[in-house]
């Protein structure tokens, strides 16, 4: 192969390489979660905001079949999962009382809950299934999920 030929071929390689890297997402094996609950939690979000979050994570709940295995009121009801009524408030108190902290942890938990697993992980209680991680959802997703969480009584 001549050398002009050579030369255009290594550009239009190099144009793919680069196109396919900028429509790739991030490797999702490899997403730093800590440093994203940070970046996704700065404040918490107002009661408006927390309203409007909890009623999309409703939907969000049902349709990636959280309820599958969760319960939402305090009772299992024999479902695999822990009952999730008052996980708010128990996930707050084990922050103690730092609620930002609190949801942070949350959405840690449904990004990748063997890394950041919950106080009945690896119980006799729950051992029959382990959570999913949902690395994929957009991070409004997650954070919808994590106020609807915190309607639950
Ligand atoms: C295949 C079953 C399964 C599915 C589906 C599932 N979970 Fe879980 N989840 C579990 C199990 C088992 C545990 C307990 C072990 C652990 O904490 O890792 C758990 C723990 C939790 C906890 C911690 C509970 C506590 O007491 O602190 C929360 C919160 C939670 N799940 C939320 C969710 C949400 C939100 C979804 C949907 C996006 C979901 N789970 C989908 C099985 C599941």
């Given at each position: 192969m001549s050398k002009p030929a050579n030369a255009l071929l290594l550009c239009l390689l190099a144009a793919t390489l680069g196109v396919l890297l900028a429509a790739c997402p991030p490797?999702?094996?490899n997403v730093?979660?800590?440093a994203k609950s940070e970046q996704v939690y700065t404040k918490l979000p107002d009661a408006t905001e927390a309203t409007k979050l909890a009623e999309h994570g409703e939907k969000l709940f049902n349709s990636q079949a959280c309820g599958s295995c969760h319960?939402?009121?305090a009772a299992r009801g024999g479902l695999m999962?822990?009952?999730l009524?008052?996980?708010g408030a128990a996930?707050?108190?084990r922050h103690a009382g730092d609620e930002l902290a609190a949801r942070r942890w949350m959405y840690k938990h449904i990004r990748d809950p063997q890394k950041w697993p919950g106080p009945h992980h690896g119980s006799d209680e729950y051992k029959s299934s382990a959570m999913p991680s949902y690395r994929g959802l957009q991070d409004q997703d997650v954070s919808a999920l994590v106020?609807?969480?915190w309607t639950l009584r």
């Open positions: 490797a999702m094996g730093d979660w800590a319960a939402t009121g999962g822990p009952p009524g008052g996980v996930v707050t108190s106020e609807f969480l």
